[in-house]
């Protein structure tokens, strides 16, 4: 990807986290160029038609040898969106300049722009990942959807409030939302060849990686994006106790031995609220929903990985 007289496209996002929209285009012009690269780069536009958005990227990224989405996790997901719908054959890396910069992490990347870009362009290791689909909503995603309390708290902290908190807006909407988790709430999910559960609930993940640092989740540590499986986990809301051990399982890995949570590995799985619950696909509010059907793409999209890749989801060799 980076002898010379290869070409690298440079999505950046010029709003995302708190570095000026300069420091940002000088540090990926610099790193690409230092490995003799050239660097097409167009930025994104707030006011500018999706559709229209991304066939200019994929028409761009079609002569180009990767394409790095610089800016926070919604870039990288737009990207992604602009790969597979287009048909792109072309590896897509993260450069995480955005507030929580979870798909840099959870694809073992540092969390240093800087670093990040190193190692991609010097590694060059791009693997084939598993992407998540909702039919009805005709959305992709890469690392999670969840519906309910964690949706909620996605909902709660905008970006105003992420370039001035960080991360621990993400908390502030938690407590403010803490109540809503105890609602009276059943959650159902039906996977592959009638598995499923149904219990009393107001939050479920659907993960497609397991280790969400920057949350404290370890949705189960083994979770490999590449198995052509999703693993959904409820936290029931019975009481406190509930709340407080269905915490603790998730920040250990152990939702699987947790009388507080419900597991259900399948590649497909539909979702059913008794009541609508808010939706986030990979930390973006997909509004109020009663019901949603989510399918796993099997290895659809290649993405450029860090050195830790393998420990974060290590149960298979690499692709």
Not at 170 to 175: L, N, R
Not at 180 to 189: E, G, K, L, S, V
Request: overall charge negative; some cysteine; aromatic content about 6%.
């Amino acid at each position: 990807m980076t002898r010379p007289g290869r070409s690298v496209l440079v999505v950046l996002n010029p709003v995302s986290g708190t570095r000026s929209a300069e420091d940002k285009r000088s540090l990926v012009r610099n790193a690409v160029g230092e490995v003799g690269a050239s660097c097409h780069l167009v930025e994104t536009e707030p006011d500018a038609d999706p559709e229209t958005e991304r066939a200019h990227w994929a028409e761009a990224g079609a002569r180009c040898d990767a394409i790095l989405a610089a800016g926070g996790d919604g870039t990288l997901l737009a990207v992604v969106e602009a790969v597979l719908r287009h048909g792109l054959d072309v590896p897509v890396g993260h450069v995480p300049f955005g507030t929580a910069n979870v798909a840099a992490r959870s694809f073992g990347l540092p969390a240093d722009p800087a670093d990040a870009l190193a190692q991609m362009l010097d590694r060059r290791d791009a693997r084939a990942i598993d992407v998540g689909y909702a039919p009805s909503l005709d959305r992709h995603f890469l690392l999670m959807a969840a519906a309910g309390f964690p949706a909620e708290i996605v909902r709660d902290a905008p970006r105003e409030a992420k370039d001035r908190l960080g991360p621990l807006a993400y908390a502030w909407a938690g407590v403010r939302n803490l109540g809503h988790f105890f609602r009276r709430q059943h959650i159902a999910a039906r996977g592959d060849h009638g598995t499923g559960f149904r219990v009393p609930s107001t939050a479920v993940f659907v993960a497609n990686v397991g280790s969400i640092r920057e949350f404290g989740l370890e949705i189960g540590r083994l979770i490999d994006p590449r198995d052509g499986k999703f693993t959904t986990v409820a936290l029931r809301n019975r009481s406190v106790g509930d709340l407080v051990a269905a915490s603790g399982a998730l920040a250990t890995g152990s939702e699987k031995d947790s009388a507080a949570t419900e597991v259900l590995e399948s590649a497909n799985v539909e979702l059913v609220f008794s009541r609508a619950l808010e939706v986030q696909l990979d930390g973006e509010s997909v509004g109020r929903h009663r019901r949603l059907a989510l399918e796993t793409k099997a290895r659809a999209c290649r993405l450029l990985v860090g050195e830790e890749f393998d420990e974060v989801a290590p149960t298979q060799d690499a692709a």
